[in-house]
């Protein structure tokens, strides 16, 4: 609603990309497809963009953690998962190219933590693996499987042995493996 | 927040169930519940004493909720503390200025900078924390600080903003807006003074080639497939390099000044475009055209008249610049991938690595994401079964089999690498340009025919053996996949030497007979090109009959509809060793990689669309950097060192040719070099230490030898610092786990203390 297209002021857009990984032409993007999806949003103009439309982006539309995403980069107060345009530069910015392994991983870790208590306990892992292997019966684990597993994963990166995994014990696996910076990206 | 959370998920009667099933699947025979019913510290301390060394899992639903709350107040467990360890790891902690302002004013006016906490207290002590330590900084360095930090956006601005208000000597107070709009306008001046270049110079992207193009790649196949486009994209940044800095050096000025024709005309052949004869030979395609010394006679109409030109000289030093330039960038990618892909000393079992990390964000199309959950359900289910089943014990017998059929498996290969080996000895051709006996055509077909039996063999033998390997059982998919890659390296490297010595062998043999009016060296990069040619026509050709046509025949045979497997490996040999003809002929042509350029974008689009149209993304994972370094290291150590040696060789070794190219009347091309340096001295005396510094630096071998001594004793004390920090790391992690025990102990005093006062 309300055709809006402002641009976006020079020495704001210089300080978003001083203090995002993000480059001039990917700001301007971002900038063009969030203004774009606050057209299409029904009801009075806000300068938040709700969950439902940031899922529509075609980055966004089919991965399985596309709600953690959202609730984690969201600053709303009403904890509705939606963005305003700096939490979505938040969001292309912890994904981007340039994002450091510690951005990343910290990241990784809040959206893998599906009940916000810092840290990943056997629930949050169960709920991990899921996402991950599908919601058709075909591919999910069996009970059996997914205790075992989760049990393995416990033992290797629980270091201090407290039965759950936190941000240090997380970054500490991640290290371990140097695929992650690559495909823990996003770009539009 | 977190704890209230917490209470309200309730813990069910199945879930403790499913806990307690979890510890007696991994120690069967040791006591399951940690049970908490005593309040007695005796007791609980006997308890302990029974316990093992590396006790139960502690289990969150059997603690009382004030333990809880107690426990999710821990600083571990805090975002906050997370990300003031972030920011005390990215900086050194530089002079501090005591920060006197801040009152819990500001905290009240300011909470919601920093989210997530209860504590006021806590709040104002961390923002203090924060502010001195940015405030010790330069701006640069403040920025870089801040965008490494796991904050929002608006809270680092109003961060920045404090600290440069700060910075600028202003109180914060009803000003702060005015000093910082006065501060960022001048900002923003002094940038427009300097047009542009700001502080993210390092991190700035370019636009990238067909960034579009990979992007949907990366989004139907995932990175790997990914990463060979990214590497034939890489190839192609250095042919271009390479291209440039001969073009513009060394072939322009030749254009320019063109030598006096020859004696003979130029012949005419048949398929010259293929063969490299005829209207090429004499061109600035071939060593052969290049003026031997600076010539005299320039045009006047030309403005640029390179009189004083030394085209030998630039030969030398264009080629010896691009391949040094080369290096350099190998050898920093090389470094730059060691780092990334090296493996701490735990390396068990990855199943936490594979749930954390496997997930591919790049990927987007919904077939394609459920093709990648359906291949990491496969995975994990693998990995699984191989973890609960014993390995089995091979008895004699088998071992027996195993051996006899990967010595079957490698004699077969060997013997086909040997028939391949004496297929190109015998089909070298000899050329004599002179005869004229034979058809133009024909002896065209003649030239051609080693090119194409060289590149059939490269682009098939690679699949035949890929097929034998799979009649061998490996262990693991990685090993399959290092062996097929040396067998790859052996063959194209048994060839390249038999190609190497027949060159030798030419050119030996032309000094014994008398001096024909040939030019080896033209001929050699005739060679060459045919060589780069064919194995383009075959590539396209493999394509368009292996991947087109035989994909559509799959596709529309198979019940499943299957599409065909994007081998990596295989393909990325390919281009590796297209690669090396070209930098082994940069000598003799220094055309060439033009020629290569124009492959390369060709290769591209066909690989590009065939992929589109014929392929499936993978089934296995691939472990994308780990083999990208894996590439990296092979087209820098027998690819690109093989050339250097060889380029190294001929310029330093072969006498060149007498009658035609650049050097024609000296004994070996370096020599040039050399007798420039040493008369530089002489007749210019600015450069007098530049020949001095070549005469007793580079030409001595003492102070060589005392440099790679030098160089020697430093990886030395680098090992044994590597060796000690080792050591501490394996102290380090006795201490965590003594750590987690206390940590255990705490918590379960904690329980029995808060179920003490709850009973009272």
């Known amino acids: 609603m309300g055709g809006t297209s402002t641009k976006l002021p020079k020495d704001l857009l210089s300080e978003y990309q001083e203090l995002t990984f993000l480059t001039k032409q990917e700001i301007l993007l971002a900038h063009k497809i969030f203004s774009e999806l606050q057209d299409r949003e029904n009801g009075p103009y806000s300068t938040r963009v709700s969950m439902e439309k940031i899922l529509t982006l075609p980055e966004l539309k089919s991965n399985p953690f596309q709600k953690r995403i959202c609730h984690v980069f969201s600053t709303s107060d009403m904890k509705d998962g939606s963005l305003s345009f700096e939490d979505f530069l938040d969001l292309l910015s912890a994904f981007s190219d340039s994002a450091t392994l510690e951005i990343k991983s910290h990241y990784a870790f809040r959206i893998f933590d599906f009940d916000d208590d810092g840290t990943l306990d056997a629930r949050d892992l169960e709920k991990l693996v899921n996402s991950l292997t599908g919601e058709t019966d075909d591919t999910r ?40 910076v690559s495909s823990f990206k996003i770009v539009l | 927040m977190a704890a209230s959370q917490i209470m309200e998920m309730t813990s069910s009667e199945d879930e403790d169930q499913d806990l307690i099933e979890l510890e007696a699947i991994r ?9 908490l019913t005593h309040a007695n510290q005796e007791d609980l301390e006997a308890q302990r004493y029974h316990e093992p060394k590396h006790t139960n899992a502690l289990y969150r639903n059997s603690w009382s909720s004030s333990t809880q709350r107690v426990l999710s107040s821990m600083p571990s467990r805090s975002i906050r503390f997370n990300q003031s360890t972030a920011l005390s790891r990215s900086t050194k902690m530089r002079r501090r200025r005591p920060l006197s302002i801040v009152s819990t004013a500001h905290c009240a006016t300011d909470q919601d900078v920093f989210r997530g906490q209860e504590d006021c207290d806590d709040d104002v002590t961390q923002n203090e924390d924060l502010l001195n330590k940015l405030q010790g900084l330069s701006a640069g360095e403040c920025v870089r600080v801040l965008r490494e930090m796991s904050l929002t956006v608006s809270e680092k601005r109003q961060i920045r903003a404090w600290v440069v208000c700060w910075d600028a000597g202003q109180p914060l107070s009803a000003n702060r807006a005015l000093c910082c709009h006065q501060f960022k306008s001048f900002i923003s001046f002094l940038k427009v003074l300097c047009g542009g270049c700001y502080s993210r110079v390092s991190q700035q992207k370019s636009i990238k080639l067909w960034q579009g193009v990979l992007k949907n790649i990366s989004a139907h196949f995932g990175t790997g497939i990914l990463s060979y486009f990214i590497f034939l994209r890489r190839l192609l940044h250095y042919n271009i390099l390479l291209f440039l800095i001969t073009g513009l050096f060394l072939v322009l000025p030749q254009i320019s000044n063109p030598p006096s024709s020859k004696n003979k005309p130029a012949a005419t052949a048949d398929l010259w475009m293929f063969t490299g004869m005829g209207i090429l030979t004499d061109s600035v395609m071939f060593y052969g055209h290049y003026a031997n010394s600076t010539n005299g006679n320039c045009k006047a109409e030309m403005k640029l008249c390179p009189e004083n030109y030394n085209i030998p000289l630039a030969y030398i030093f264009t080629i010896g610049a691009g391949m040094f330039i080369t290096c350099v960038m190998l050898v920093y990618r090389i470094s730059k991938s060691f780092g990334r892909s090296f493996r701490t000393f735990k390396t068990t079992s990855n199943l936490a690595l594979k749930v954390f990390c496997s997930w591919d964000f790049k990927v987007s199309k919904k077939r394609s994401v459920k093709l990648q959950s359906g291949n990491i359900c496969i995975q994990l289910k693998e990995m699984l079964s191989e973890l609960s089943c014993k390995k089995q014990k091979r008895n004699l017998y088998s071992t027996f089999g195993w051996l006899s059929l990967h010595f079957l498996v490698w004699s077969i290969c060997l013997l086909c690498i040997a028939a391949c080996m004496l297929a190109v000895y015998y089909l070298h051709p000899y050329i004599d340009q002179g005869s004229s006996k034979v058809n133009s055509f024909q002896k065209a077909v003649g030239l051609l025919k080693l090119p194409l039996v060289m590149s059939c063999v490269s682009h098939l033998l690679p699949g035949f053996f890929d097929m034998l390997s799979r009649v061998e059982h490996y262990d693991s ?12 390296l052996l063959l194209k490297g048994c060839i390249f030497s038999v190609l190497c010595y027949q060159w030798l062998k030419k050119i030996s043999g032309r000094k014994n007979e008398q001096n024909k009016q040939q030019c080896w060296e033209t001929l050699v990069g005739q060679e060459l090109y045919r060589l780069v040619l064919m194995d383009l026509l075959i590539a396209m050709s493999y394509i368009i009959l292996a991947e087109f046509l035989w994909g559509l025949c799959i596709r529309n045979i198979t019940l499943r509809k299957r599409k065909l497997e994007f081998d990596i490996a295989r393909d990325v040999l390919e281009l590796i060793y297209s690669q090396t003809l070209v930098w082994f002929g940069v000598l003799f042509s220094p055309l060439l990689p033009a020629v290569q350029i124009g492959k390369l974008f060709l290769l591209f689009y066909l690989k590009k ?32 060192a093989g050339a250097l040696a060889f380029v190294i060789y001929t310029m330093w070794r072969v006498r060149p040719s007498s009658d035609c190219g650049p050097f024609s009347n000296l004994r070996s091309m370096l020599l040039l070099g050399k007798r420039w340096i040493r008369g530089l001295g002489r007749s210019n005396p600015s450069f007098v230490w530049l020949s001095w510094a070549y005469n007793n630096l580079v030409d001595n071998p003492l102070f060589l030898f005392t440099l790679v001594g030098l160089f020697l004793a430093i990886i030395y004390i680098h090992m044994q610092v590597l060796d000690g920090q080792k050591m501490i790391i394996s102290r380090l992690q006795k201490q965590i786990d003594n750590e987690g025990e206390d940590k255990k102990f705490l918590i379960a005093k904690v329980q029995a203390l808060n179920e003490a006062s709850a009973q009272q």
Do not use: C
């Not at chain 1, 033992?155 to 493996?177: A, M, P």
């Not at chain 2, 120690?27 to 049970?35: E, G, H, N, S």
């Not at chain 2, 998919?477 to 790859?488: K, L």
């Open chain 1, 141 to 180: 684990l069996t009970a059996e499987e997914m205790r075992q597993l989760i049990s393995n994963i416990l033992e290797e990166s629980d270091i201090d042995k407290d039965g759950t995994v936190n941000l240090s014990e997380f970054q500490h696996v991640i290290s371990r493996s140097p695929d992650f």
């Open chain 2, 27 to 35: 120690r069967p025979y040791r006591a399951v519940k940690f049970d």
């Open chain 2, 477 to 488: 998919p990685r090993t399959q996949v290092y062996v097929s890659i040396a067998r790859n």
């Open chain 2, 609 to 640: 669309t065939s992929l589109m149209m014929n392929f499936q993304p993978p089934r296995k994972h691939w472990k994308a950097t780990q083999m990208n370094a894996l590439f990296t290291k092979l087209l820098f150590f027998p690819s690109f």
